[in-house]
């Protein structure tokens, strides 16, 4: 590598520095992240893996040739194969030819049908911590690693350790924020109850109309409180899959079973139509998606309204996927809230003027499908209904 060549990668290293510390959306900046190894070190793909708090074992956040979907069930032990040794030792590895190396496996290989042939691998360090590793892979016109390689791959993991903690630091900021002004309504609301309920001359009826109201608003603050901690870990990538098959369609019908009670109080029907489908998903997660979207369906739906699961194939042969789609016949929602309805403690006030429930379900939901390498999308006509659909991975024979 000549001199100039070597300047220029710096200058490159400087501003893609600049970028990442600019960057405050995790998402945004794992993209970058990898995106730049690939550049600078001149490698078919790139991948980060983060050490989980408290296994301490490896997880893939993000790499440039692993679907999401796949990465959710790989794991590497601390202190396994390449990477969990440079994680335990917090020192680079490199590795010309990998089928040389007595620690390589390759498994991951196999899952995801990419064949690996050389690994430039570095710590992510933050002042003493190592939090993770960061990987080039597959040199690109040569079968040797440079100096400059591992040199370059160090600096821009140190610069990435940094943002990654910045963005997460910000991110769990901004979220407390948040969760503390929520949690001021139900403690207010509360806080009066207990006043007016110590004056001596409060009539009975009124009495046992705001222990109704107490009970109420504390099963409020137990519901935000679990939806925070949810929401939490999976913005923080603390929540890992655990991928099984199973039928979709019964899931879904052992879904409506649970929502049956409600359904019936508002004369409202939900009835399955459809495709048959297998997938690989989290089925306990999954369910968590449609209880709400069922619970939703039937809160905004009319009295005697109806509800339709629709289940269809959609996708490719490489990446089939079910497209599951919870369809009502309810007052519809405007375009404009439409676009705010899978952002954080967003509602949509309900058919009598009054907003219900956390704001924190379709946010949840969101991050559960996206986790699977699914989209969530919502369609919605005033007046006629609205449609959530989401998508999962079909499981391959």
Same mark, same amino acid.
């Not at 040199?151 to 991110?171: K, V």
């Given at each position: 590598?000549t001199?100039s060549m070597?300047?220029n990668?710096y200058e490159?290293?400087?501003?893609?520095?600049?970028?990442?510390n600019?960057?405050?959306?995790?998402?945004?900046l794992?993209?970058?992240?990898?995106? @730049?190894?690939k550049e *600078?070190?001149?490698?078919?793909?790139?991948?980060?893996?983060?050490i989980?708090?408290?296994?301490g074992?490896?997880r893939?956040?993000?790499?440039?040739n692993?679907?999401?979907?796949?990465? $959710?069930?790989i794991?590497i032990?601390?202190?396994?194969?390449?990477?969990?040794?440079?994680?335990?030792?917090?020192?680079?590895?490199?590795?010309d030819d990998?089928?040389?190396e007595p620690?390589w496996?390759?498994?991951?290989?196999?899952?995801?049908?990419?064949r690996?042939?050389s690994?430039?691998?570095v710590?992510?360090?933050t002042?003493s911590?190592? +939090?993770?590793?960061?990987?080039?892979?597959?040199?690109i016109?040569?079968?040797h690693? &440079?100096e400059? =390689?591992?040199?370059t791959?160090?600096?821009?993991?140190g610069? $990435?350790?940094?943002?990654?903690e910045?963005?997460?630091?910000f991110?769990?900021?901004?979220?407390?924020? &948040?969760?503390?002004?929520?949690l001021r309504?139900?403690?207010a609301?509360?806080?009066a109850?207990?006043?007016?309920?110590?004056?001596?001359?409060?009539?009975?009826?009124?009495?046992?109309d705001?222990i109704?109201?107490?009970?109420?608003?504390?099963d409020?603050?137990?519901?935000?409180t679990? &939806?925070?901690?949810?929401l939490?870990?999976?913005?923080?990538g603390?929540?890992?899959?655990?991928?099984?098959?199973?039928?979709?369609?019964?899931?879904?019908e052992?879904?409506?079973?649970v929502?049956?009670?409600?359904?019936?109080?508002?004369?409202?029907?939900a009835?399955?139509?459809g495709? =048959?489908?297998?997938?690989?998903? =989290?089925?306990?997660?999954v369910k968590?998606?449609?209880?709400?979207?069922?619970?939703?369906?039937i809160?905004y739906?009319?009295?005697g309204?109806?509800?339709?699961?629709n289940?269809n194939?959609?996708g490719?042969?490489?990446h089939?996927?079910?497209?599951? @789609?919870?369809?009502d016949t309810?007052?519809?929602i405007?375009k404009?809230n439409q $676009?705010?309805?899978?952002?954080k403690?967003?509602r949509?006030?309900?058919?009598?003027?009054?907003?219900?429930? +956390?704001?924190?379900?379709?946010?949840?939901?969101?991050?559960?499908? &996206?986790?699977?390498?699914?989209?969530i999308e919502v369609?919605?006509?005033?007046?006629?209904?609205s449609?959530? @659909?989401f998508? *999962?991975?079909? @499981?391959?024979?």
């Amino acid at each position: 590598m000549t001199d100039s060549m070597i300047i220029n990668r710096y200058e490159r290293l400087l501003e893609i520095g600049q970028q990442l510390n600019s960057t405050l959306d995790i998402q945004s900046l794992l993209k970058k992240i990898i995106s @730049a190894a690939k550049e *600078l070190t001149n490698t078919e793909a790139a991948s980060i893996m983060l050490i989980d708090p408290i296994s301490g074992d490896l997880r893939f956040e993000i790499a440039s040739n692993i679907h999401d979907k796949d990465m $959710a069930g790989i794991v590497i032990p601390k202190g396994s194969g390449i990477a969990g040794w440079v994680a335990l030792h917090g020192e680079p590895r490199v590795i010309d030819d990998v089928t040389q190396e007595p620690s390589w496996n390759s498994k991951v290989d196999d899952t995801i049908e990419f064949r690996t042939r050389s690994i430039l691998a570095v710590p992510l360090k933050t002042h003493s911590k190592i +939090t993770g590793v960061l990987e080039g892979i597959n040199k690109i016109g040569s079968s040797h690693w &440079e100096e400059e =390689d591992i040199t370059t791959l160090t600096i821009l993991a140190g610069q $990435a350790a940094i943002a990654i903690e910045n963005a997460r630091l910000f991110q769990q900021s901004d979220f407390i924020a &948040e969760m503390v002004h929520e949690l001021r309504t139900p403690l207010a609301a509360l806080k009066a109850s207990t006043v007016l309920l110590l004056r001596p001359d409060l009539p009975g009826e009124k009495r046992i109309d705001i222990i109704q109201t107490m009970q109420s608003e504390t099963d409020r603050l137990s519901r935000l409180t679990s &939806e925070f901690l949810d929401l939490a870990r999976l913005e923080s990538g603390r929540t890992r899959l655990e991928l099984i098959r199973f039928d979709v369609g019964k899931l879904i019908e052992e879904s409506v079973e649970v929502v049956l009670p409600q359904a019936q109080a508002r004369n409202v029907v939900a009835h399955l139509a459809g495709e =048959d489908a297998v997938v690989n998903a =989290d089925r306990g997660k999954v369910k968590q998606v449609l209880l709400n979207l069922l619970t939703n369906a039937i809160k905004y739906n009319r009295e005697g309204g109806k509800i339709t699961i629709n289940v269809n194939r959609v996708g490719d042969e490489e990446h089939p996927m079910a497209r599951i @789609a919870v369809v009502d016949t309810g007052y519809g929602i405007s375009k404009e809230n439409q $676009a705010h309805l899978f952002e954080k403690f967003f509602r949509v006030a309900d058919t009598a003027g009054f907003t219900q429930g +956390t704001g924190l379900g379709l946010a949840i939901a969101r991050h559960i499908i &996206e986790a699977h390498g699914g989209v969530i999308e919502v369609e919605s006509e005033q007046g006629v209904g609205s449609t959530f @659909a989401f998508t *999962l991975p079909i @499981a391959l024979r």
